[in-house]
Structure formats: C-alpha cells, structure tokens
C-alpha cells in the first residue's frame, strides 16, 4: 500500500483532505453541464437546471436524511419504500377515506419517523447491523404499501394539485416541491455545522468509541440520525406524490441506491464522520444531469442512467479510498 | 432433549417443520408426492424446485458472509447471466442445438464468473467494504444486463435450455439435481478440506490469518468468485424456467432473500462461522413461506410482512446485546457483561 501512500501524500496536505472529494464532484458538475452547453444550444438556457430540481426534488429530501445516517456511519436501506408507504397512505387517506388535506399531511408525515426511531432503536440498543434491520423495515414498509392497495391511486385533491403546479419566477419555472427540498437542506446544512445535534453526528461518524467515553450523548445521536432520514423519506414521499399525483406500492424503487449514490459522490465518506449537505446537493444534481444529458442526446437508452451512476461510485469510492488515510 | 434444543439449527428446522405441517390445516394432501408422466409431482417438490435457484445464490452468500463480507450483487447477476445466455440462444440459426446451447450457457457462467472477481478485486485487492463494493455492481449491473437485451424481454423456444430450469431427469426435475451438486461439492470442497476453516478464520479477523501465512486476499477474492458464479447458475435456471430473460425484473429482491436464508441458517453476519446446513434449511423455509402463503390464500402481498417479522426476529435472537438485556434475569450465575464490551462493539460498527 506504499503507492497509495505516495499518491496521497503528493496529491493532498492532510486539513485539505476533506474537501478534496466536494472539488471534484463540483469539476464533474462543471464538465457536464459544460459538455452540454457545447453540445445542445437548449442547454444553456437556466430552465435546465431549474427543471433538474424540479425533476429531483423528492430524492434531494430524501438523500440529505441519508447523509445524516451515512455521516454516522450507519446506512439506511428503508428510505425508498418508506417514500412509497408514505404516498400510498396519503393516496389512501385522500382519496379512499376522503379525509381534508389538512388532516392527511401530519399523518404522512408521521410515518417515516415512527419507522425510523423505531429502527434507530433496535440498531443502537440491541446492537444489530444498521443494514440488516433497514433492510427489515424496507420489507415492512414495501409490505405495508400492498396490504393497503397493489393499484395505483391517483390524486385529485384540490390542494395537492396546487402544490404540484409549477410557479413562475419572471420567465422561469419552479414548483413548490423546489422551495420545500432548498429549505430542508439549508435546515440540515445548519444543524450539522452549527448546532449540538450536528457535531455529536460527526463525533458518532468519527469514532463511536471515543464519543461514548467523552460523554457525547451517542444512543440519543445514533436514534435521532434514523428519525431524521425516517422524517425525510416521508417527506420525499409527500413531494413525490406532488411531482406525480398517486399513491403507488411501486413507487421509488431503488430510490435508496439513488440516494446513497448522490451521497457518495457528494463527498461523504462511507466510513461516516466526513461530508456536507452541500455536497450531496451537487450528487443529486450530477444524477440530474446524467440524465438531463442522456434525455438530450436522445440515442442513447435510459438504462444508460445506470451505467453511468455505477460508474461515477466506482470512480469516487475509488477516490475516498486514495485520500481516507488507512485505519490501523 | 436439552442437546437438541441448544443445537444451532433447531430453531429454523423447528420452524420449518411448523410450517409444512401448518399447511395441512389448508391442503391436506399437501405432502402428498406422486410419479405422474414419469416425473415426480407435489407440493413439496414443487418447494425444492422453485427454491433450488435462490438455495444456490444462498449458498455462494454464505462463504461471502464468512469472510465478513457481503455481495449486495448477486439479483444484478443473475439478470446479467440469464440475459447473456437467452441473448446468445435467441442469435443462432437453431435455437435447440444442444452445443449451442451448452456455449451460450459456458459464456454466461463465464461472465458471471467474470463479475464476481470484479466484486472480489474490489473488496480484497483495493480495500474497499463489502457493502458499497458490490453496491457498484448493483446499481450497474441492471443497467448491464437491460443493455443486452437491449430493454426488450427476450423470448427462446430451446428445448436443451428449457431443461436447466423446468426440465426433468429420472423423475427428478433438474434444477433440484443442481441444487444438490452446487450443497454436495460446496460442503464437501469446505468441511472435508481445510478451506472452510481458512474461509472462517479470514472472516474472524483477516489481517491475523494473514499473518498466520494465510492467503487472506486470495480466500476472499474466491468467495466473491464463488457467490458471481453461483449467482449465474441461479440466473440460468431463473431465465430457462420462464424461458425468457427479462433484464429489469429477473433477481429483482434477491441479494435479500439470500442473505436472509443465510441469516436464518445461524451464518453470523459478523463474519467468521458459517453453516452450509442452515442455509439450505433457510432457503427452503423462506421457499415454504412463499409457497405457504400462496396456497393458503393469504394475499401474497404480505409475503414480505412476513418477511419483515422473521428477519427482526432471527436478528434479535442472535443479537448478543438483545440476550443479554432481556434474557438477563435467567442467567443469575453468568457474570452480566460490564458495559459494551469492546470486541462486540468492534464487530457491530464494522457494517455500512
């Protein structure tokens, strides 16, 4: 391993090396919009990158509570089915049971936390694998959903149907869903650097041994990371169900390997206790413009998309792997 | 009689058993096995047969878990390998040459061979964990596999190919004979040569095997091998059964059955111990659970909240940590363990 050393040791001084990952995912992000720009004369015009977040609003919510979970250095598989529970209720709620707007948002967005603290619970007090105890509470919420209904339930709620119109900002469009993702990452970006919450998280990242023995609160930490990324994979799920107005079991499939890929290729480390909000933000918007740019060209086929994701974890794994520096 | 209860894998025989026997309650001739046409028929077979591909994707997941690893791929290959063969069958003039066929089949093992040493580069040559190395083939290999059938779901009308998955020999369906060679030289290559205690000690803790003069990086590197080609003969059987290859769907879910028969057979997830018996015995009984809800009536969507339910409790029951909190007051003479010890906390953070 003295080549990996060497290359490491030439290419970052050691308080640098955190921001090495963010650097190039935002080079990444510059040469494909770039290429674009090059390419497509509709590329340029702002509406593209607006529409990137319109299109991914729901997994920008969706991929910051993950971040939250991943800086811990736990992982949370639940957050696709989770989404899916959440408009499957919600459908269910509105359209089945006619309950008022109102009524139906607190309760959707109640499920993901419950789920959540419920599975933080498990994960901290009995000691079990984060990955296998969100992998049984992907199946309780995937099973949950087709007990309620194996069809699509569309939405017509009046106020529902608002939220999902776009809004116009002079000549551009955005939608609600847009304004809802910005502001919950500027509310993550803040609680991690600026509040108690946000430094036990990466103390727990860095080494739980360690934060136990400074007293840092790490069962109440390692609880809240899984409720938060429960709280926003339910409200990943009440955008999705404003961007496609249905509830549907088979909604977000996947959506977790999305989320954790925006992560990663944001700059978190998987090993937990290095990353910024800010970069997964610039991962979920890579992902956008893989496909904004696959959309474009028009020949190749969508399963390119996920091709080229895989390809982009190699390289950034890859990436951390040369700059983290070898735990003895 | 205490013996047989503290033996590790009477809890999942136990529940295997309650299971098969449940059904008679709904089916009463339910284990009932007749020769029909000079093949075997019934509801049990049926079970072996329809189980034989993820008993076999199982049984590559155990060695991988042994070694402390885990090969989140193994649906993305099984796609890939059943897409490669169907594609390869569906390009020649005769879709029943049997040597034609037996290419299509070698090249498709090859190549799931191929990915499986990918994973095992990754996680044993660059270092990188288990979870996230196997995650690239994941998210990549669907991608993969729709790109050679080019998104379309294949179709071949090849009796030789037929054989693998739905096929019978000596009233025997094929698949079940499969099955049983991949166990027999599984167990025998790991409990009859020193591989399998070589398998367990790089999982206890590889840096010291490696150190004992163990090739730590060459066990692991063949475990991963091992689980990719296991992975493809599962892929094989899945696309011959249906006779058709369908690059988004096929081993949709199936790196999670596997790992949750490997789960319920006792093999730690931690790493280092692994039984080859219990997984079978998870295999089938995740296989019996399926077919049990399907022929009780239950909707079969809620196979997965019964899913969800075995997975917390097989978990919770090996949990160290679960034992120790409520089974407290039984063990009086036991010392109670004095705060988190360091080797559990050691194993339990490793994952993610």
């Given at each position: 391993?003295?080549?990996?050393?060497?290359?490491?040791?030439?290419?970052?001084?050691?308080?640098?090396?955190?921001?090495?990952?963010?650097?190039?995912?935002?080079?990444?992000?510059?040469?494909?919009?770039?290429?674009?720009?090059?390419?497509?004369?509709?590329?340029?015009?702002?509406?593209?990158?607006?529409?990137?977040?319109?299109?991914?609003?729901?997994?920008?919510?969706?991929?910051?509570?993950?971040?939250f979970?991943?800086l811990t250095?736990?992982?949370?598989?639940?957050?696709?089915?989770?989404?899916?529970?959440?408009?499957?209720?919600?459908?269910?709620?509105?359209?089945?049971?006619?309950?008022?707007?109102?009524?139906?948002?607190?309760?959707?967005?109640?499920?993901?936390?419950?789920?959540?603290?419920?599975?933080?619970?498990?994960?901290?007090?009995?000691?079990?694998?984060?990955?296998?105890?969100?992998?049984?509470?992907?199946?309780?919420?995937?099973?949950?959903?087709?007990?309620?209904?194996?069809?699509?339930?569309?939405?017509?709620?009046?106020?529902?149907?608002?939220?999902?119109?776009?809004?116009?900002?002079?000549?551009?469009?955005?939608?609600?869903?847009?304004?809802?993702?910005?502001?919950?990452?500027?509310v993550a970006a803040y609680v991690l650097a600026y509040t108690r919450l946000g430094r036990n998280t990466y103390a727990l990242g860095g080494?739980?041994?360690s934060a136990h023995?400074m007293g840092l609160p790490v069962a109440r930490t390692r609880i809240a990371v899984?409720t938060i990324?429960?709280?926003?994979?339910?409200?990943?799920?009440?955008?999705?169900?404003?961007?496609?107005?249905?509830?549907?079991?088979?909604?977000?499939?996947?959506?977790?390997?999305?989320?954790?890929?925006?992560?990663?290729?944001?700059?978190?480390?998987?090993?937990?206790g290095?990353?910024?909000v800010?970069?997964?933000?610039?991962?979920?918007?890579?992902?956008?413009?893989?496909?904004?740019?696959?959309?474009?060209?028009?020949?190749?086929?969508?399963?390119?998309?996920?091709?080229?994701?895989?390809?982009?974890?190699?390289?950034?794994?890859?990436?951390?792997?040369?700059?983290?520096?070898?735990?003895? | 009689?205490?013996?047989?209860?503290?033996?590790?894998?009477?809890?999942?025989?136990?529940?295997?058993?309650?299971?098969?026997?449940?059904?008679?309650?709904?089916?009463?001739?339910?284990?009932?096995?007749?020769?029909?046409?000079?093949?075997?028929?019934?509801?049990?077979?049926?079970?072996?047969?329809?189980?034989?591909?993820?008993?076999?994707?199982?049984?590559?997941?155990?060695?991988?878990?042994?070694?402390?690893?885990?090969?989140?791929?193994?649906?993305?290959?099984?796609?890939?390998?059943?897409?490669?063969?169907?594609?390869?069958?569906?390009?020649?003039?005769?879709?029943?040459?049997?040597?034609?066929?037996?290419?299509?089949?070698?090249?498709?093992?090859?190549?799931?061979?191929?990915?499986?040493?990918?994973?095992?580069?990754?996680?044993?040559?660059?270092?990188?964990?288990?979870?996230?190395?196997?995650?690239?083939?994941?998210?990549?290999?669907?991608?993969?596999?729709?790109?050679?059938?080019?998104?379309?779901?294949?179709?071949?009308?090849?009796?030789?190919?037929?054989?693998?998955?739905?096929?019978?020999?000596?009233?025997?369906?094929?698949?079940?004979?499969?099955?049983?060679?991949?166990?027999?030289?599984?167990?025998?290559?790991?409990?009859?040569?020193?591989?399998?205690?070589?398998?367990?000690?790089?999982?206890?803790?590889?840096?010291?095997?490696?150190?004992?003069?163990?090739?730590?990086?060459?066990?692991?590197?063949?475990?991963?091998?091992?689980?990719?080609?296991?992975?493809?003969?599962?892929?094989?059987?899945?696309?011959?059964?249906?006779?058709?290859?369908?690059?988004?769907?096929?081993?949709?879910?199936?790196?999670?059955?596997?790992?949750?028969?490997?789960?319920?057979?006792?093999?730690?997830?931690?790493?280092?111990?692994?039984?080859?018996?219990?997984?079978?015995?998870?295999?089938?009984?995740?296989?019996?659970?399926?077919?049990?809800?399907?022929?009780?009536?239950?909707?079969?969507?809620?196979?997965?909240?019964?899913?969800?339910?075995?997975?917390?409790?097989?978990?919770?029951?090996?949990?160290?940590?679960?034992?120790?909190?409520?089974?407290?007051?039984?063990?009086?003479?036991?010392?109670?363990?004095?705060?988190?010890?360091?080797?559990?906390?050691?194993?339990?953070?490793?994952?993610?």
């Open positions: 391993m003295t080549t990996l050393s060497d290359v490491r040791s030439r290419l970052v001084r050691p308080h640098q090396r955190k921001y090495l990952p963010l650097y190039a995912t935002l080079a990444l992000l510059a040469v494909m919009y770039g290429s674009g720009v090059v390419q497509y004369e509709a590329f340029s015009d702002p509406q593209v990158v607006l529409n990137v977040f319109i299109d991914n609003g729901f997994l920008l919510v969706v991929a910051v509570g993950m971040t979970v991943i250095g736990g992982i949370d598989l639940s957050v696709g089915a989770v989404v899916a529970l959440t408009t499957m209720v919600s459908a269910a709620l509105l359209e089945q049971a006619h309950w008022p707007a109102y009524a139906v948002l607190p309760v959707a967005l109640l499920i993901g936390p419950i789920l959540g603290f419920g599975m933080g619970c498990i994960i901290h007090y009995f000691e079990i694998q984060p990955f296998i105890v969100t992998l049984a509470g992907m199946f309780l919420a995937r099973g949950l959903c087709y007990t309620i209904g194996t069809s699509s339930i569309p939405i017509v709620d009046p106020f529902w149907t608002t939220m999902g119109d776009s809004m116009h900002l002079g000549e551009y469009r955005i939608s609600p869903s847009v304004i809802i993702a910005l502001v919950v990452v500027l080494n739980p041994r023995l899984y990324s429960g709280f926003c994979s339910a409200l990943g799920g009440v955008l999705l169900t404003f961007y496609l107005p249905s509830g549907n079991s088979l909604h977000a499939i996947g959506m977790e390997l999305d989320a954790i890929a925006a992560v990663v290729i944001g700059g978190t480390l998987l090993t937990g290095t990353g910024f800010l970069g997964t933000v610039l991962g979920v918007m890579v992902l956008g413009l893989i496909q904004t740019l696959i959309t474009f060209d028009g020949r190749l086929s969508s399963w390119w998309t996920k091709i080229v994701i895989g390809a982009l974890l190699f390289a950034f794994i890859l990436l951390q792997r040369v700059i983290t520096p070898r735990k003895r | 009689m205490n013996t047989l209860v503290k033996h590790r894998l009477f809890w999942p025989v136990a529940m295997l058993v309650v299971l098969l026997l449940s059904n008679l309650i709904f089916t009463p001739n339910f284990f009932k096995v007749e020769v029909r046409d000079g093949h075997l028929y019934g509801s049990l077979i049926d079970i072996l047969r329809f189980g034989a591909p993820l008993l076999i994707v199982a049984l590559g997941m155990t060695l991988v878990i042994a070694t402390g690893g885990i090969d989140l791929s193994v649906g993305s290959v099984v796609a890939i390998s059943g897409a490669f063969a169907c594609w390869r069958i569906s390009e020649q003039g005769d879709q029943n040459s049997v040597a034609g066929v037996l290419v299509a089949v070698a090249l498709a093992l090859g190549l799931a061979l191929l990915l499986g040493a990918w994973n095992g580069v990754l996680v044993a040559v660059i270092g990188i964990q288990p979870i996230i190395a196997t995650l690239i083939l994941m998210v990549a290999g669907r991608g993969l596999a729709q790109l050679i059938t080019d998104g379309q779901i294949i179709t071949v009308n090849s009796s030789p190919y037929k054989l693998i998955g739905a096929g019978y020999w000596v009233t025997v369906p094929f698949a079940v004979l499969v099955a049983l060679a991949v166990t027999a030289l599984l167990a025998l290559l790991t409990r009859r040569t020193a591989l399998g205690m070589l398998i367990e000690s790089v999982g206890g803790n590889a840096e010291a095997s490696r150190l004992a003069g163990i090739h730590s990086r060459r066990i692991t590197m063949m475990a991963y091998i091992v689980a990719g080609l296991c992975a493809g003969i599962a892929g094989l059987m899945i696309s011959s059964n249906v006779s058709s290859a369908d690059g988004n769907n096929a081993g949709l879910w199936y790196e999670l059955d596997a790992i949750l028969a490997v789960v319920i057979g006792g093999t730690s997830l931690a790493g280092g111990r692994f039984s080859i018996a219990g997984t079978v015995v998870g295999a089938l009984l995740i296989q019996t659970l399926t077919t049990t809800i399907y022929t009780t009536g239950i909707p079969p969507e809620t196979t997965l909240l019964f899913k969800a339910l075995v997975v917390t409790i097989v978990c919770l029951v090996q949990s160290p940590a679960f034992r120790a909190k409520v089974f407290q007051g039984r063990r009086r003479t036991t010392p109670p363990p004095a705060g988190p010890s360091s080797a559990t906390t050691e194993k339990v953070e490793v994952p993610a």
